[in-house]
């Protein structure tokens, strides 16, 4: 423990945001780190409880007391060579987690939890500015040939990690760069790409192949993977939008959120957007359903687009403003939240089903829509209309794409359609096949398919080899 006095002297100060009127005039991140001293105060607050709650908010089991003890006596180095053990991409975290570590911190009964994941940031930022990650090749090749298919940031770990215990592993990306939504889902300014390429570059020093542009069950046989590796993991996402299948749903300029955020993304990354029909909210009435994280990126791609208005319908009730702390900690609490694009200028409302869209001369001008109760029942004389020239579905995530590959294998399926493997030994019911991320666990989280990867990348390991010295 840092400072034994720390959380009772020190306020929790966190990173702010840069004034919404500023960074909705460009797409790059916007948070404003600590300085130094602020962020050894903000660890020095950890109290280093007896039982550290935070470890099983996290996921990747961060060892998060002892990385704020090393922070708070300046030990930089140490602290991030402590993170990596247990999380390949704290980046990617520091950044775009929702940080379920802090819910779960014991501070957090007060309202006032250690600043983790801005800790978390610092030391990884401070890490790559200062030449502490350094590509890790394995010493000793095992001349095991292993196929990933999927590079978001369950692939990515368990490509990592599989790499660094000898193995000979090939990463296939039917895009044309890896990163899965880390890259063509999550808007720049939440998270900057350069922040992929270096691990990419890291991960290529460490003998890891990426095959770019490959759609394995389209390019690439699914039978030629199964004779040419000695292992596959599966880490393909869960690719499915849910729709909204209402009257008008075929009217032009209704789309899913995940046909308009790749096409900014890609933009940004100077990449063909592959389609004759751009998608764009300048001077749009914009309106997204869905109020999930799909939702508010659609809403800071709109507003950054020059959208007229955005408005966000949920078809869930309110949340409350707070939390039943007694009843809710140290889990992750359902309460409201409003994210950073929110902030920026969109309407939400709840309660919210929408019956039809309508149109004129086949593109969407309006929405027809009731309120329901808590239990989506309709509520009489409660229809309104709302203005539309754009809306984007944001309702998330059925399953994985079964047709191709999937279909191909003959890989079985979950009851809710992802692929079908347990939480330790992460094997499919094909032999030599495994699956993680969200094609496994269903739409999740970045640091969930990190966790999945790299417990993934431990069971192929010891499939392979009898044993494994990967920590899960
Ligand atoms: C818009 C959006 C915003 C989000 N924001 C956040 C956030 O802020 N924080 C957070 O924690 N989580 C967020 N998430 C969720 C998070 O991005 C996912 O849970 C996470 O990326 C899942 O990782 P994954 O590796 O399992 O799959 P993915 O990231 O989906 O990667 C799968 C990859 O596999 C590739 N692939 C699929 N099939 C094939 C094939 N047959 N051949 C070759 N390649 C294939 C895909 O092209 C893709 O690149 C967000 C999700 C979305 C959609
Ligand atoms: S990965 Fe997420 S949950 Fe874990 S310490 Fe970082 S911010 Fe917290």
Same mark, same amino acid.
């Given at each position: 423990m840092g400072k034994v006095t720390g959380f009772l002297e020190i306020d929790r100060r966190d990173r702010r945001y840069a004034p919404a009127s500023d960074r909705?005039?460009?797409?790059?991140? =916007?948070m404003i780190p600590l300085s130094e001293e602020a962020t050894k105060d903000q660890a020095a607050?950890?109290?280093?409880?007896?039982?550290?709650f935070c470890h099983s908010g996290c996921p990747v089991n961060n060892q998060i007391p002892d990385w704020n003890d090393l922070v708070y006596h300046s030990d930089w180095e140490e602290a991030s060579r402590n993170l990596h053990s247990t999380n390949n991409f704290p980046e990617f975290t520091g950044r775009i987690?929702?940080?379920p570590c802090e819910a779960a911190c014991t501070l957090n009964i007060d $309202? %006032?939890?250690?600043?983790i994941k801005t800790i978390e940031c610092a030391i990884v930022d401070r890490a790559w500015a200062n030449g502490w990650i350094k590509p890790e090749p394995a010493?000793?090749?095992?001349g095991k040939k292993i196929a990933v298919v999927g590079s978001g940031p369950a692939g990515l770990a368990c490509a990592q990690q599989l790499a660094r215990a000898g193995h000979e592993v090939h990463v296939y990306e039917?895009?044309?760069?890896?990163?899965g939504l880390l890259r063509y889902g999550i808007p720049d300014f939440k998270m900057e790409k350069h922040v992929i390429d270096r691990r990419i570059v890291q991960m290529q020093a460490e003998g890891v192949h990426f095959h770019n542009g490959v759609n394995v069950g389209? $390019?690439?046989?699914a039978a030629a993977l199964l004779e040419g590796f000695d292992a596959i993991v599966l880490s393909?996402?869960?690719e499915k939008p849910r729709d909204l299948?209402?009257?008008?749903?075929?009217? %032009?300029?209704?789309? =899913?959120a995940m046909d308009f955020l790749p096409q900014q993304n890609r933009r940004i990354g100077r990449?063909?957007?592959?389609?004759?029909e751009p998608i764009l909210a300048s001077a749009m009435h914009v309106v997204v359903i869905g109020g999930g994280d799909t939702g508010s990126d659609c809403i800071g791609t709109a507003i950054r687009q020059g959208a007229l208005s955005v408005t966000q319908l949920e078809i869930m009730p309110r949340p409350?403003?707070?939390?039943?702390k007694p009843l809710t900690w140290p889990n992750w609490p359902l309460k409201m939240r409003t994210s950073s694009s929110q902030e920026e200028g969109a309407e939400r409302d709840f309660s919210i089903l929408t019956k039809e869209f309508r149109g004129e001369n086949g593109a969407v001008k309006k929405l027809v829509c009731v309120r329901v109760d808590a239990n989506f029942k309709e509520i009489p004389d409660s229809a309104f209309e709302l203005r539309a020239d754009l809306v984007l579905l944001a309702m998330g995530f059925v399953s994985?794409?079964?047709?191709g590959l999937l279909n191909d294998l003959g890989v079985a399926f979950d009851p809710r359609g992802n692929v079908l493997a347990d939480e330790? %030994?992460?094997?499919? %019911?094909?032999?030599?096949v495994f699956a993680c991320g969200d094609m496994r666990r269903g739409q999740s989280l970045v640091v969930w398919a990190i966790r999945e990867g790299r417990q993934t990348a431990q069971s192929v390991d010891t499939f392979l080899m009898g044993s494994s010295q990967l920590p899960r």
């Open positions: 909705i005039r460009h797409y790059k991140e =916007f607050r950890c109290m280093d409880c007896g039982i550290p987690c929702p940080a $309202d %006032s939890p250690v600043t010493d000793v090749k095992t039917k895009n044309a760069k890896p990163g389209v $390019d690439l046989d393909g996402g869960a299948k209402i009257p008008g749903r075929e009217l %032009s300029g209704v789309h =899913f990449e063909p957007i592959h389609t004759n409350p403003d707070k939390e039943n994985p794409v079964h047709e330790v %030994s992460y094997k499919t %019911s094909l032999a030599k």
